[in-house]
């Protein structure tokens, strides 16, 4: 079975050195004699480790999706454009496609899904969601029988890894980050990781194969990491919490209709003892709840280049058996989700106020929530000099009541700035 490999970076590399060290036990287990036909890359002079072949690289992508010989398309490119094209002109020409590209399948996997139906082949990405965990097979084949009621996840190790460290070592935003910079965990932009939208481009792939809908990344309500302070992490610290950016997928149920559907991603409080919350540094992990399986967690290494390159050749393995066999997976019609109001839902949350340290503040802050409905769980005050903040954890109360608490808390003359509000998550 020959294979085209469309990138040689992180992932392409490490791909070609499993296949070098694997070929012998992959035919002898599997019976598949994989072969590397070719290498697209972008610049051919760009050094490569020494396992990769020279006489294999080439900068014609096109001629390798379309080549007859070849069976197999293996994307880590990453380019959404490029691979999109790519990726549709293999199909097109009768090869199945593995890919690791989460951030094209946000966009346009049910369109590449019915295109694979169309044409009988098979489009694999596993490596998309949670590297190296094998998590999309076990929703997909596994647990496709199973009513799973909700899927939460640490999916974005680079905000996991400055979480941690902000929490471990008291680090500030800034300095956690630069940390990561060094360490190499973070993107040269890395606005897709902080923003909350590489975990949304996942929470939007998880919810459609774990609830059998069509789930799209506008879909997902996102908030990043970028305004969580030293502050926060500290009262979290203090309280027996943890705070974590979790993809959290919930099915609602809606009497005599069909269920609802909410997918966010957003940073939150988390009980020390919560499963997801001893999930370390670049660590991801799903923990999923079924009617009759109860609760699952997988955990493992979400990115890397060969984690990943292990979960893509488990995908290259399944195509080229059903390659062999003439067969493809079983796709069955999916319709859209119908998303829930996200203002409807309930939740407990943390709220951080800055405010003048003067006579009847705590009173008007106190009147602004009560007039909205919200309940104080407990209140806390941190004298800060001529300033005082205090936080509030709040009984479960709807999104839009706290919103509308937030936009009264603006208005108050004493109050200076409003930090971070936070779900508080005590299930799981
Ligand atoms: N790295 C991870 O841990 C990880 C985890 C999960 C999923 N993924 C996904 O895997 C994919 C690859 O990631 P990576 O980290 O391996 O990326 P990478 O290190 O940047 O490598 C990208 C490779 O693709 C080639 N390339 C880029 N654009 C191209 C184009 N338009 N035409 C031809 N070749 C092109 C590059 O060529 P040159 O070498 O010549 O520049 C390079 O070899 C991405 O979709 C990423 O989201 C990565």
């Not at 994989?34 to 760009?46: G, H, Q, T």
């Not at 094998?134 to 190790?157: D, F």
């Not at 969580?228 to 997928?249: I, M, T, W, Y």
């Not at 609602?252 to 957003?266: A, K, L, P, T």
Request: aromatic fraction near 6%; hydrophobic fraction near 45%.
């Amino acid at each position: 079975m020959k294979i085209g490999l469309l990138g040689c970076g992180n992932v392409g590399s490490a791909f070609i050195k499993l296949l070098i060290d694997n070929r012998e036990s992959i035919k002898e287990r599997c019976g598949e004699d994989l072969e590397l036909a070719a290498v697209v890359v972008r610049d051919l002079d760009r050094e490569r480790p020494e396992w990769v072949d020279p006489a294999l690289l080439t900068t014609d992508a096109r001629s390798v999706v379309l080549a007859p010989d070849i069976d197999l398309i293996v994307e880590v490119i990453g380019d959404v454009t490029a691979s999109k094209e790519l990726i549709e002109a293999a199909l097109q020409a009768s090869k199945s496609v593995v890919t690791a590209n989460k951030a094209l399948l946000a966009e346009s996997y049910f369109e590449l899904e019915d295109l694979a139906e169309t044409v009988g082949k098979d489009i694999f990405f596993e490596a998309a969601v949670a590297g190296g965990i094998p998590l999309i097979r076990s929703l997909r084949v596994s647990l496709v029988g199973e009513r799973l009621s909700r899927v939460t996840g640490i999916v974005n190790g680079t905000t996991n890894f400055i979480l941690t460290r902000m929490y471990e070592e008291n680090l500030s935003f800034s300095a956690a980050l630069k940390l990561a910079q060094e360490l190499g965990y973070v993107e040269a932009d890395p606005r897709a990781d902080l923003e909350g939208f590489d975990a949304a481009a996942k929470a939007a792939i998880l919810a459609s194969i774990a609830f059998g809908r069509k789930v799209r990344f506008n879909d997902v309500q996102c908030e990043g990491i970028v305004h969580v302070r030293e502050s926060d992490v500290n009262f979290a610290r203090r309280h027996g919490f943890v705070v974590k950016l979790l993809a959290q997928c919930e099915r609602i149920v809606v009497r005599s209709e069909d269920d609802e559907f909410s997918v966010r991603v957003f940073p939150a409080l988390l009980p020390e003892t919560h499963p997801l919350a001893a999930v370390r540094d670049a660590f991801n992990a799903v923990f999923v709840e079924g009617e009759a399986v109860g609760e699952l967690m997988f955990y493992g290494r979400g990115a890397g280049g060969l984690p990943t390159a292990s979960a893509v050749m488990g995908d290259v393995i399944d195509a080229a058996q059903n390659l062999r066999f003439g067969s493809t997976e079983r796709r069955t019609r999916t319709k859209d989700a119908r998303i829930v109001d996200y203002a409807r839902l309930t939740s407990q949350f943390y709220v951080s106020v800055e405010v003048v340290d003067e006579p009847g503040v705590l009173a008007s802050v106190a009147e602004i929530f009560g007039a909205n409905e919200v309940s104080i769980s407990s209140m806390e005050q941190i004298g800060l000099a001529d300033e005082a903040r205090l936080v509030f954890l709040t009984h479960p109360t709807t999104e839009g009541s706290i919103a509308r608490t937030l936009e009264g808390l603006r208005r108050l003359r004493t109050v200076k700035e409003i930090g971070h509000s936070m779900r508080v998550v005590t299930e799981g």
